[in-house]
């Protein structure tokens, strides 16, 4: 069985565990704490020191969060269907990133002086994302995408960040509530697990 071994916080590992449980795929999840274990028995393992760290069935290991998902979109027919649908994927996850590095410095480098500022721009941040993204459907239209996980649960953590940030963007508030009303999406955040995992590692949110 596939299995994803990560930290117990939904960070680089949530868009994977929700595309894997949305698209009925069975993985055992592993969680790499405490920091002994995964100092001297995860790390040394991982081809980059990082994970989350996704290990198919039949053994073959990836660390990476975008290169899993890339893996898992290619496997799972989740890439579009030609050239210029995965490459508009491609540059709509890539957006996505930018954005997520910049989220993540000022949550662990920056929180205090650093929150409002990066309230205060996001509008201009989540601009691009409302024209791509249709008043229907997902990234590539009807079919969904690996992106589309990704997307998903960066505008989630964006609205708990900042209740409301989507109110003046009514096509992504659309998405993201289509997004949440998947049954495996739906699925994944009935959990105990979901609900009482924290969204970074050091709390802040």
Known sequence: MPSLAYFPVRGRGESIRTLLIDNDIAFEEVNVLPRENWENNWKPKMQFGQCPSYTDDDGFQLVQSNAILRYLGRKYDLYGSNNQEASLVDMINDGVEDVRIQYTRMIYQNYEAGKEPYIQ???????????????????????????????????DIQTILSPGCLDSFPNLKAYLDRMKARPGVQKRRQTDNFKNMPVNGNGKQ
């Open 121 to 155: 721009e996001l509008p201009k941040k989540l601009e691009p994302f409302e024209k791509l993204i249709k008043s229907s459907g997902y990234i590539l239209g009807e079919k969904i995408s690996w992106a589309d996980y990704n997307l998903y649960d960066f505008l």
